[in-house]
């Protein structure tokens, strides 16, 4: 249950296995090669899933040009129209609020069996994004949410199997083709992640709750201690607890920006209840209820433990 209602969520028993002959994309293009758009450009030169892996360079004047002499990239699109008309996948992994204009560039361009797809963590504003940026195209729009990351941000940051063993949340629109939902789940498989298939109101109330909340509240908590006169002494004496904590504060502000208003709705309504716990517990303090407050831990210490195991396991 989440927040009330139930969730229809298809998971695939099976994937179909990647088979460059008879599913053969020739080219990848990359919007936004930062830690997962270029962890996606690692693994297919790796495993030679495309005959050409091409980076689109940022306008900010970054340039992917040490990319393409390590090996990331084969090279850096210098005619973008003609790269979006000869790509067979086309990535884009920008913060979601650039979305939008890119699709709007890549519209005019898109021939009919290339298959587009994001990275984003909200997917409602993204597919509805697409329907509107890609008009009667919109079908070969399918969203991702690879379930991997890390706190740092950028090209170097890039890991060849981050999405080894990894949930990938796809959100396929309802007139997307068969053929162009196995593409995209045959990229994912061969990237080494493990596919569901959910909505995009699904995939928006499930993450708020389990991954922007958790953002929010680490950013809350450093901007604390930024906002203590006695900064520098709480810093010095912050141990593990705070740093392990703390750790997600370290990432892009860009992307949580985005991530924040693009699901501001799911996020207000899991900070109501946030709130809610924190009255409950400051209750407990100030009422010095012993009983009470063991039990809140250990409810909270029990579906940690609980949570960790199934993941080992």
Do not use: C
């Amino acid at each position: 249950m989440v927040h009330g209602k139930s969730l229809q969520i298809n998971q695939h028993d099976t994937i179909p296995a990647f088979n460059k002959d008879k599913n053969p994309m020739k080219n990848i293009l990359i919007f936004g090669v930062g830690l997962i758009g270029g962890s996606i450009a690692l693994k297919s030169k790796h495993i030679k899933l495309f005959k050409q892996v091409v980076g689109v360079e940022r306008k900010d004047g970054t340039t992917l040009s040490p990319f393409v002499k390590s090996g990331m990239l084969d090279h850096i699109s210098i005619n973008l129209e003609n790269d979006i008309a000869n790509a067979d996948l086309i990535v884009v992994a920008t913060p979601v609020a650039k979305i939008y204009g890119i699709l709007k560039n890549i519209y005019p361009h898109l021939k009919t069996n290339t298959v587009i797809t994001d990275v984003g963590s909200t997917k409602s504003n993204v597919m509805n994004d697409a329907k509107s940026a890609l008009n009667e195209k919109s079908s070969q729009f399918i969203g991702s949410h690879p379930i991997a990351g890390s706190e740092k941000h950028g090209p170097s940051a890039a890991i060849q199997d981050l999405f080894e063993g990894m949930n990938i949340i796809v959100t396929p629109p309802t007139d997307s083709t068969d053929f162009m939902k196995e593409k995209i789940n045959q990229f994912w498989s061969a990237m080494g992640g493990e596919i569901t298939v959910m909505t995009p109101q699904e995939h928006d109330k499930i993450f708020s709750t389990v991954s922007h909340l958790p953002h929010i509240l680490a950013f809350s908590l450093v901007n604390l201690i930024n906002n203590n006169k006695k900064k520098e002494i709480l810093l010095n004496f912050a141990a593990s607890g705070f740093r392990d904590f703390s750790r997600i504060a370290a990432s892009s502000p860009e992307v949580w920006r985005d991530i924040s208003i693009a699901n501001k709705n799911a996020i207000l309504n899991d900070l109501k209840l946030y709130q809610n716990e924190l009255t409950k517990i400051t209750d407990l303090i100030n009422n010095e209820d012993q009983e009470g407050l063991k039990n809140y831990f250990a409810n909270a210490s029990s579906t940690r433990q609980s949570w960790v195991g199934k993941k080992i396991e």
